[in-house]
């Protein structure tokens, strides 16, 4: 595997499910990202980790639960979902340094549809 | 805060043509980066160009090249000999220029470019 991967690509859950996101990133880099994107919508950040330390959460609901066990993998956890969560979510990492461009990588995304 | 506009929601061009995407953002900052990305229908998200806002030369990367104008706020793309395999969403993106990372992206809404065979 290489970049940054996503699982599962697809998933369907009703509201008072619990289901988790898993991204993980093989290219060594420090810090790791999930976005929302909705259609017609800019992508939204959610939450940034960097060095396994959550460092900017964009006042997300608490129905959406990050988990950064180490450098290489996130988790969003996510419970009692609503309908207007369906989206696709994206996870990204990048090398963080100082000054740097800290190009973000993008995975491909897991298309979430809440019933 | 800052803001990415991009106005045009949709854009196509015949196959080896020259299309140019806009982009305007708003930002009171005077160092940051500019970035293009791709998003094929596949979803993957792909980095295109990027523009340091200190360099006053466009960046180009093969057929692709911005046209930076700083005091206007304005970074558009260019796409030459224009090919199937262009045909995706198209983001623009700004990043402040921190001494540590963690800054985040600020995208604008897309656009969605079509190629004609």
């Known amino acids: 595997e290489t970049g940054v991967t996503q699982t599962p690509r697809h998933l369907v859950m009703g509201m008072t499910n619990k289901k988790s996101l898993k991204c993980e990133q093989h290219l060594g880099h420090n810090a790791m990202y999930w976005y929302k994107q909705s259609a017609k919508k800019p992508l939204e950040l959610m939450f940034v980790?960097?060095?396994?330390?959550?460092?900017e959460n964009n006042s997300v609901p608490s129905r959406f639960s990050p988990e950064c066990p180490n450098s290489s993998h996130l988790f969003l956890h996510l419970h009692t979902l609503q309908p207007e969560d369906s989206a696709l979510y994206l996870c990204?990492?990048?090398?963080?340094?100082?000054?740097?461009?800290?190009?973000?990588?993008f995975g491909p995304g897991t298309r979430l549809t809440v019933l | 805060a800052q803001t990415v506009t991009q106005s045009q929601p949709e854009m196509s061009v015949q196959e080896a043509e020259t299309v140019t995407l806009s982009c305007t953002y708003d930002?009171?900052?005077?160092?940051?980066?500019l970035f293009w990305y791709k998003q094929p229908p596949s979803r993957q998200m792909i980095l295109v160009i990027r523009?340091?806002?200190?360099?006053?030369q466009n960046a180009t990367e093969n057929r692709f090249s911005v046209n930076f104008q700083k005091a206007a706020k304005s970074f558009s793309l260019k796409i030459s000999d224009s090919q199937l395999g262009d045909a995706a969403m198209y983001f623009c993106?700004?990043?402040?220029?921190?001494?540590?990372?963690?800054?985040?992206?600020?995208f604008g809404t897309g656009t969605r470019l079509t190629i004609i065979p």
């Open positions: 980790y960097s060095l396994e330390e959550r460092v």
């Open positions: 993106a700004y990043r402040r220029l921190r001494n540590f990372g963690n800054e985040k992206l600020t």
């Open positions: 523009q340091e806002a200190y360099k006053q």
């Open positions: 930002t009171s900052e005077s160092d940051y980066y």
């Open positions: 990204a990492s990048s090398q963080d340094s100082r000054g740097g461009m800290n190009e973000q990588f």
